[in-house]
């Protein structure tokens, strides 16, 4: 799964890196987040219709979401906090995520997401210890990781209110191959930048030929400190490398 990612560049340089036309986003920046964690604000990269002219194409945008999908038919929106990951054998069948397949998908940017691998000894009450890894593109490029996004209504808030629709995104995971695959058998499904357009055109329903097993070939993954464990923590240095004796030494305590 994927459960934290790192979200550091400025809008800027998104709005330039995807070829953005219009920014959603502009009376709002996010903060450079080297610890995003389910149900914070992230970037997406969509394409939609605009509302004013419904005759026209497809217009690239930037918008900020909340990271974990709440469905049209949900209730409430604590549902959200479960449905952070999407994973791509069964997209298309299930209930929460078809309908956005078919019509809302987007791009999450990232500088690269944690897993957490399981180390052979275990720890106290006979629980496994885990350790963090950064996985990044080897280039230091942007991560563009596949996501949905849906609307959800507030039934309780009048129409002229803010805050009376929310919306909430989902990353799809798949396989985790080669250099990703030594740390978890799971991992984001990425989309290459020649396919962008293809991915994010609404008017595109049939997309099923994305949704087979990716390699992770490009991308490079090391050990980082244990304090990503914690969303209360937050800066570049979650990402940086452990050194040798650091590594041991964790290993060590384990």
Not at 50 to 55: L, T
Request: glycine letters at 6%.
């Amino acid at each position: 799964m994927c459960g934290r990612y790192a979200s550091a560049r400025n809008k800027q340089e998104l709005l330039e890196e995807f070829e953005v036309e219009v920014d959603g986003a502009a009376e709002e920046e996010l903060p450079p987040d080297y610890n995003v964690a389910p149900t914070k604000p992230v970037y997406a990269v969509m394409s939609r219709v605009p509302k004013n002219n419904p005759d026209s194409r497809a217009v690239r945008q930037l918008q900020v979401l909340r990271w974990g999908l709440v469905p049209a038919w949900a209730k409430d929106p604590s549902i959200g906090s479960r449905m952070i990951n999407a994973r791509v054998e069964t997209v298309t069948e299930k209930p929460s995520f078809r309908k956005a397949f078919a019509e809302r998908r987007c791009l999450l940017p990232a500088d690269g997401y944690y897993e957490w691998a399981v180390l052979e000894k275990e720890g106290t009450a006979g629980k496994p210890k885990k350790q963090p890894y950064f996985i990044q593109p080897a280039d230091g490029g942007v991560m563009a990781m596949a996501g949905l996004y849906e609307f959800w209504r507030d039934r309780g808030r009048p129409d002229d209110d803010p805050l009376a629709w929310l919306v909430t995104c989902t990353v799809i995971t798949t396989s985790a191959l080669d250099e990703a695959g030594k740390v978890h058998d799971r991992m984001p499904m990425l989309i290459e930048r020649d396919r962008w357009s293809e991915w994010l055109d609404p008017g595109v329903p049939d997309a099923l030929e994305f949704l087979v097993p990716a390699g992770s070939t490009g991308l490079k993954a090391y050990p980082v400190s244990t304090a990503v464990n914690s969303v209360r923590n937050n800066g570049p240095e979650l990402i940086e490398p452990m050194s040798e004796e650091e590594e041991e030494e964790s290993q060590a305590l384990f």
